[in-house]
């Protein structure tokens, strides 16, 4: 759980007495709002009359049900806690940029439209900031499938966190709008552009860990094909083919191919010398 600051345990004290919750309900409901992006909680605490549901627009339920004083002042400390965390940059999630999964857990988290900044009402986890600081402060983030995303619009760069490395992809001219990984970790990840889906690793990799990336030499006659994995076009050479597979073992090791369809490529690809 996020540790308040200094600052965010004022604030918290100050609602306490002006709501007439102790500082330890009011921290209770704090974090149940973040939970709730801002606009719903659902919270436990026997202040609040034990379980309970809270949505922006006066909706609410308590335990206790029939006692509307209670609910009154459960919606006015919740209000103003959901008022509070919007004006925080960073902690609500919002916009259009966003990662679904397809492959079971139907996990979606949506990043701010908004350049995010630490917040004044927590300790910054240090694992919130995992990208090069260099690059400034993300227009959006996301994350599934063990594999976290940070778009830096004015830098026009991409990091990508998998396995523990961090890659960082110039993103040339698209306006990335979200990502997608269709089946599960290690498969295809593609994102939206204005020109429609694109395979990720179809951006020019800029740095890995920190350590630049050199871009590989042009071969004549041989284009890489759109697709996440390389393929060598019909007649290709030994030169083709060979560097294709060298493009297979860079996928596997970021993650993007499984052993298992990292070795079927291959041999399809061998059988082709």
Known sequence: MQQLTP???????????????????VTHMLFAVLNGNGSQAQFCHGEFGGSGQWMSGGMIMLGDMFNNY?????????SEIGNLLANQPGL????????????????????????????????????DNWWPQDLGAP???????????????????????????????????????????????GSDITFGSQYGTVILS?????????????????????QPAPAH??????????????????????????GFLSEEEFAAKKMDLLSRL
């Open 70 to 78: 209670l609910k009154g002042r459960v919606d006015s400390l919740c």
């Open 229 to 254: 994995e390389p393929a060598a076009p019909a007649g290709a050479g030994s030169n083709d083919i060979l560097a294709a597979i060298e493009k297979l073992g860079d996928l596997k090791a970021k």
């Open 202 to 222: 179809s951006l020019p990799l800029v740095s890995r860990n920190g350590q630049p990336v050199e871009a590989p030499a042009p071969q004549a006659g041989f």
């Open 92 to 127: 609500l999630q919002s916009g259009s940029f966003q990662s679904q999964s397809q492959s079971g857990g139907g996990y979606q988290q949506q990043g701010s439209g908004a350049p995010r900044g630490p917040s004044s009402l927590f300790v910054p986890d240090p694992e």
């Open 7 to 25: 600052q965010g345990q004022s604030i918290v004290n100050d609602l306490a007495q002006r709501h007439g919750f102790s500082q330890d309900a």
């Open 139 to 185: 227009n959006a983030t996301g994350a599934q499938n063990n594999v976290r995303y940070a778009y830096f619009a004015n830098a026009r760069r991409l990091a990508v966190k998998t396995g523990g490395e961090v890659w960082i992809y110039d993103t040339l001219d698209h306006n990335i709008g979200g990502f997608s990984q269709q089946q599960g970790y």
